[in-house]
T-cell receptor, first 118, second 107 residues
Framework: GAVVSQHPSRVICKSGTSVKIECRSLDFQATTMFWYRQFPKQSLMLMATSNEGSKATYEQGVEKDKFLINHASLTLSTLTVTSAHPEDSSFYICSASSERGATNEKLFFGSGTQLSVL | RKEVEQDPGPFNVPEGATVAFNCTYS??????FFWYRQDCRKEPKLLMSVYSSGNEDGRFTAQLNRASQYISLLIRDSKLSDSATYLCVINDYKLSFGAGTTVTVRA
């Protein structure tokens, strides 16, 4: 099956620093990748949709200047949390679809990044 | 009303028991439905799609009730390894996730 690689799996940083998270599709070309955030015991919340070669589309309430998304190639998308604060501590996870737009669209997820901001 | 709602549980069941739970959705035009399994601080993994006529995969049975707008998941002969959070995912114009139902199977 399709594989999506995400790293780092865990990062602890000081408040005010920036953290970059990478997401790669290993065996397929993902023109679209998605970034989610999940707080404990809550559902995955879509933050933004990342399209290769164009600007990301952010969901309402997500600050695009704080969460920088770059989709430089068909296999790589990055999320940079700029000037991180403790309230940004969360589980961040990316996904890519191998059948974008199909009614039976399935998502393949990266393994997630647990961010802890001190 | 939330787009997707699930009973958070937890459902604590002994090994070998049957456990079932539902997920309701608000958009009657939703096209496709999935159950994902998520272990603690891990990525969700697709368990099964849910078809209109209902479908089975081993000990897992999924059903769709369009009239009442819910899907269900039933786990028979539960194993310790079934302990996880089960997310329902609804595809309308975008994918919407439920918050998950936690199942704990005890020895």
């Amino acid at each position: 099956g399709a594989v999506v690689s995400q790293h780092p799996s865990r990062v602890i940083c000081k408040s005010g620093t920036s953290v970059k998270i990478e997401c790669r599709s290993l065996d397929f070309q993902a023109t679209t990748m998605f970034w989610y955030r999940q707080f404990p015991k809550q559902s995955l919340m879509l933050m933004a949709t990342s399209n290769e070669g164009s600007k990301a589309t952010y969901e309402q309430g997500v600050e695009k200047d704080k969460f920088l998304i770059n989709h430089a190639s068909l296999t790589l998308s990055t999320l940079t949390v700029t000037s991180a604060h403790p309230e940004d501590s969360s589980f961040y996870i990316c996904s890519a679809s191998s059948e974008r737009g199909a009614t039976n669209e399935k998502l393949f997820f990266g393994s997630g990044t647990q961010l802890s901001v001190l | 009303r939330k787009e997707v709602e699930q009973d958070p549980g937890p459902f604590n069941v002994p090994e070998g028991a049957t456990v079932a739970f539902n997920c309701t959705y608000s958009n009657s035009a939703s096209q496709s439905f999935f159950w994902y399994r998520q272990d603690c601080r891990k990525e969700p993994k697709l368990l099964m799609s849910v078809y209109s006529s209902g479908n089975e995969d081993g000990r897992f049975t999924a059903q769709l009730n369009r009239a009442s707008q819910y899907i269900s998941l039933l786990i028979r002969d539960s194993k310790l390894s079934d302990s996880a959070t089960y997310l329902c995912v609804i595809n309308d114009y975008k994918l919407s996730f439920g918050a998950g139902t936690t199942v704990t199977v005890r020895a």
